[in-house]
């Protein structure tokens, strides 16, 4: 059984669930990170804020599969950014990662949250060119950082770069303490509540036929948007799976690592009740392709295996979504519904980003101040129109791609419940996934992942 390391190692958090109709200021779906963040800094500005999560426990979704990297270091990112924007708005994106380290680092306690250096490595010739051009790129922006060669890693390599005083989290600990915080300040938070309907034209979100929340503002953090016609992010957004694993070691290291070449390589420990872990990730493929997804382990084990003599004791996987320009969309879903917002497409970089999101999202709904240009960087809206059509064309293509392939091939399988395409079963995770959309089905149908809401139908 898959099982991730910061879920086994918490007490499940759990609040009621709604039973009854209710009216509030800002419905916030969804209990991760992001959502958890945004509620606390509204309620912390006296905003009247219901959070609905569907799971059963707190921090359960996405966040609490996440690496737990709390970084500005978000892969060989800021030559990339160079490319596509100006030096200020590549900037800006570093600055808002980091301020976010810096601003949770006040308030979170510090058993949850320790200093670290971030540092990607390259063993081949060509990652060390990958790293030269980041490290140009980390001059031309004003980032601290600094090339070197002396690592904690077991194994040989050509050069690193180092970003100096990031840090990483317990992810699912962060998200109840940030519920708890919300709570004392006036949130309503419901757990095992999912959402069936969104009646986005009279301001409602329906549980049942029966219960309903009634919202001036609905902010939409559940990873995929519920809604993804209106702003048409079901053409743009691209699904990606990627798989881990933790055991226990004796000592722990004081950088968290990232290679840059292929097969990508995530290498960190944590330190949990006075016991390390090891925490090893990689392997990506896109969402729901395929169903033999047992080696993506096998070749993890055998990275573990061979340079650290570890044996895993929990493995799992998680899935992230991309933007056509790399950046998250975080900010009103379309300019033509101004009361309805959405924090997706962090590209695995979830945590620093789910940070920026909340201060974002609270700058949007109360006008409380946000560094200049944050909210336009951030903007769903922002996509220039040749990025925009070439993704969708793409998306569009691999979806029909799948649709028709579906139901060609695997005619028995169960439909996905979100827009009609073929499920495979994951051998691996015992799941039932969706390669459209990224939809993810527990084996007795249970929905663990949307955009779809309702129960698989199993023959």
Known sequence: MTQSLWLATTQPMSQATLSASMTCDVCIIGGGLSGLYTAYLLAKAGVNVVLLEAHSTIGQGTTGHSTGKLTAQHGIIYAKLLEKLSVDEAQLYYQLNQDAIHTVRQFLPKNSIQTVDSILYGQTTEGYGQLLNEWNAYKVLNITGQMTKDTELPFSIKKALSMPQQAQIHPVAVCQFLAQEAIRMGAQIYTNTRVKQLNIQNNHVHITEDIHVHYRKLVLCTHYPMEGFKG?????????????????????????????????????????????????????????????????????????????????????????????????????????????????????????????????????????????????????????????????????????????????????????????????????????DCPCHGSRFHQNGEVLEGPAVQRLKLD
Not at 392 to 399: A, E, I
């Open 232 to 432: 048409l992010q079901l053409f743009k957004l691209i699904n990606s799976r990627s798989y881990m694993m933790a055991s226990q070691i004796m000592e722990p290291m004081t950088g968290q690592y990232l290679s840059v070449d292929a097969p990508s390589r995530s290498i960190r420990t944590a330190n949990i009740a006075d016991q390390h872990y090891l925490l090893l990730a990689g392997s990506s493929h896109i969402a729901g392709v395929t169903g033999d997804t047992e080696h993506y382990y096998d070749a993890l084990h055998k990275t573990m295996k061979a340079h650290f003599q570890q044996e895993p004791i929990y493995h799992w996987s998680a899935q992230d979504i991309e933007t056509p320009d790399i950046l998250p969309y975080v900010g009103r879903i379309t300019p033509s519904l101004p009361d309805v917002y959405i924090a997706t497409g962090y590209r695995k970089w979830g945590i620093s980003n789910s940070f920026v999101a909340g201060s974002i999202l609270t700058s949007l709904i109360t006008g409380a101040p946000c560094r200049d240009g944050a909210i336009a960087l951030y903007s769903p809206a922002r996509t220039k129109f040749g990025v925009q059509m070439l993704q969708m064309l793409k998306v569009g293509g691999f979806v029909a791609k799948e649709f028709v392939t579906g139901h060609v091939k695997q005619r028995k399988a169960p439909t996905c419940t979100h827009l009609g395409c073929k499920t495979k079963w994951n051998e691996a995770d015992n799941t039932w």
